[in-house]
Structures are given as structure tokens and as C-alpha cells.
């Protein structure tokens, strides 16, 4: 089992001895990881591994049978549900867009219950669309039928944006593309990363991207945090899990 130093300073995220059941079944055990501002840390995992608990726990949707978890220095019990839960913005697997609001009006949700003035929450949204390569005049009025799939995935990550939270949570958010729209949502994520530099918190069960996309990979297996490594360190990994993952890569070793 993996322990990691939680007394971090920078740490956004402190994930801390956090154990979990549902329906009397272990999920989580003993799980303990920082999660540093900037950072992108992928929790890589079989399904069943305890990734999305992990995920859900950490903004008050599961909660912890034992531990603790820290955002922003203040335990999640001390934190308004709500009020947290606005500051993590969560991406997940085709969006999860309100079928029958505009995009403009999915992006805009969270500033406008946070009161914005609606000329502000007009230009985010249009600075969004932007950002993630939509034109704000050809696709701000559209509704999610209208859309691709890549498209509603920008979308997505366009409303998590929304009211600039410091931490974004991504539940498998590619897993369901198209293998060429996948490539071209990563390499956009990671030009977001660059310029938005945003910590993110990010599921995935593909090593390949996992090794693409995290600053650190933290292998989880039957519920138990294995390993937390960067991609070069994971890479030359020992432990049985670890090479299980590693298996799937071509023979060169590396992601493409």
C-alpha cells in the first residue's frame, strides 16, 4: 500500500487515510494522495478499482465511511456542499449537457447562479467556446442534438470552465470518441492545461493516456492506491499492476 506526505503547502487536494463502502462492500482503503496546484493527476485503474468512488467522494457524492479529504485547507465537512461542489468543475463521459438548454445556457449555469451580471456571463461563455475551439456565433445557440460528440465533450469542458473553479474533476470524459476525435480532445486538453493551468483530478482506464495527459499517475487496484508516479517513473514500473498496464503498449515502451 501507498502513503504519500499530505502536509503539502501547496497542496489543493489532501486526500487523507480515506476508506469507503457502499452496500457494506470495501470500495476504498486507506487511500492517501496530495494533489498539488497545476498538477494533473490521472487515477488509472481496472473498472471495478474504486476510480470513479474515488472521484465522487472527493466532491461530496460518495461520502467516506473513514479519513479524511482537504480542498483548498478546509475538510469537505466544514465546506457548504454546493458552494464546494461550484468550485470543482466535473466533466463526464458524453458531458452530461441538458438536452433541451442552449449550449450557451449549459456553459452559463454555474456563473449564473452565482449571480453574474449577464453581459459577463454573455462574454464567458463566448471566451469559452473560444478557447476550446468552437466559434461562439455558429455554435452558442445550438442544443446538444446539433452537436458531435467531440463537440459536446468541448462543451462540457467548456461549462466545467465556467465560473473559473480551481479544481476540474474528468470521469473518463474521451472514453466513449471515436479513436481520432480522442487523440485531437487530449492534445486539446493539454493545450488548455498550458494556458488555463488548471489542477485537474482525471479517471481514466487507458494507460496511453494516462501516460499522455498526468503530471503524476496514481495506480489504483481492488480499491487500494498501488503506486503514485510520474510517467517516466511509471514507465519502469515493478509492481504486478504496473506491468499488467504496461503489457498494453506497443514495444517501444512509450504513448504515441
Given at each position: 500500500m501507498y502513503y504519500e506526505n499530505c502536509a503539502v503547502p501547496s497542496a489543493i487536494l489532501e486526500i487523507r487515510d480515506v476508506s469507503c463502502a457502499l452496500?457494506?462492500?470495501?470500495?476504498?482503503?486507506?487511500?492517501?494522495?496530495?494533489?498539488?496546484?497545476g498538477e494533473t493527476v490521472v487515477l488509472?485503474?481496472?473498472?471495478?478499482?474504486?476510480?470513479?468512488?474515488?472521484?465522487?467522494?472527493?466532491?461530496?457524492?460518495?461520502?467516506?465511511?473513514?479519513?479524511?479529504?482537504?480542498?483548498e485547507g478546509r475538510?469537505?465537512?466544514?465546506?457548504?456542499?454546493?458552494?464546494?461542489?461550484?468550485?470543482?468543475?466535473y466533466v463526464i463521459?458524453?458531458?452530461?449537457?441538458?438536452?433541451?438548454?442552449?449550449?450557451?445556457?449549459?456553459?452559463?449555469l454555474v456563473p449564473?447562479?452565482?449571480?453574474?451580471e449577464p453581459a459577463r456571463v454573455a462574454?464567458?461563455?463566448?471566451?469559452?467556446?473560444?478557447?476550446?475551439?468552437?466559434?461562439?456565433?455558429?455554435?452558442?445557440?445550438?442544443?446538444?442534438?446539433?452537436?458531435?460528440?467531440g463537440q459536446r465533450q468541448r462543451?462540457?469542458?467548456?461549462?466545467?470552465?465556467?465560473a473559473d473553479p480551481p479544481l476540474l474533476l474528468f470521469d473518463e470524459p474521451f472514453a466513449s470518441l471515436d479513436p481520432i476525435t480522442r487523440y485531437e480532445l487530449q492534445r486539446q486538453f493539454l493545450e488548455l492545461r498550458s494556458t488555463v493551468r488548471?489542477?485537474?483530478?482525471?479517471?481514466?482506464?487507458?494507460?496511453?493516456?494516462?501516460?499522455?495527459?498526468?503530471?503524476?499517475?496514481?495506480?489504483?487496484?481492488?480499491?487500494?492506491?498501488?503506486s503514485v508516479a510520474t510517467p517516466e517513473e511509471f514507465l519502469a514500473s515493478r509492481t504486478k499492476e504496473g506491468q499488467a498496464f504496461l503489457a498494453c503498449l506497443e514495444d517501444d515502451g512509450r504513448p504515441d
Amino acid at each position: 500500500m501507498y502513503y504519500e506526505n499530505c502536509a503539502v503547502p501547496s497542496a489543493i487536494l489532501e486526500i487523507r487515510d480515506v476508506s469507503c463502502a457502499l452496500g457494506g462492500r470495501p470500495v476504498l482503503r486507506h487511500i492517501n494522495l496530495t494533489v498539488e496546484e497545476g498538477e494533473t493527476v490521472v487515477l488509472l485503474g481496472r473498472s471495478g478499482s474504486g476510480k470513479t468512488t474515488l472521484l465522487k467522494t472527493v466532491n461530496g457524492l460518495v461520502p467516506a465511511t473513514s479519513g479524511e479529504i482537504r480542498f483548498e485547507g478546509r475538510g469537505t465537512a466544514q465546506w457548504d456542499a454546493v458552494e464546494m461542489r461550484r468550485r470543482m468543475g466535473y466533466v463526464i463521459q458524453d458531458a452530461g449537457l441538458f438536452p433541451h438548454w442552449t449550449v450557451e445556457a449549459n456553459i452559463g449555469l454555474v456563473p449564473r447562479l452565482e449571480k453574474w451580471e449577464p453581459a459577463r456571463v454573455a462574454a464567458r461563455v463566448d471566451l469559452l467556446l473560444e478557447t476550446v475551439g468552437l466559434a461562439p456565433a455558429e455554435f452558442r445557440h445550438r442544443y446538444p442534438r446539433q452537436l458531435s460528440g467531440g463537440q459536446r465533450q468541448r462543451v462540457g469542458i467548456s461549462r466545467a470552465l465556467g465560473a473559473d473553479p480551481p479544481l476540474l474533476l474528468f470521469d473518463e470524459p474521451f472514453a466513449s470518441l471515436d479513436p481520432i476525435t480522442r487523440y485531437e480532445l487530449q492534445r486539446q486538453f493539454l493545450e488548455l492545461r498550458s494556458t488555463v493551468r488548471k489542477t485537474a483530478l482525471f479517471v481514466t482506464h487507458d494507460v496511453r493516456e494516462a501516460l499522455l495527459l498526468a503530471t503524476r499517475i496514481a495506480l489504483l487496484r481492488e480499491g487500494e492506491l498501488e503506486s503514485v508516479a510520474t510517467p517516466e517513473e511509471f514507465l519502469a514500473s515493478r509492481t504486478k499492476e504496473g506491468q499488467a498496464f504496461l503489457a498494453c503498449l506497443e514495444d517501444d515502451g512509450r504513448p504515441d
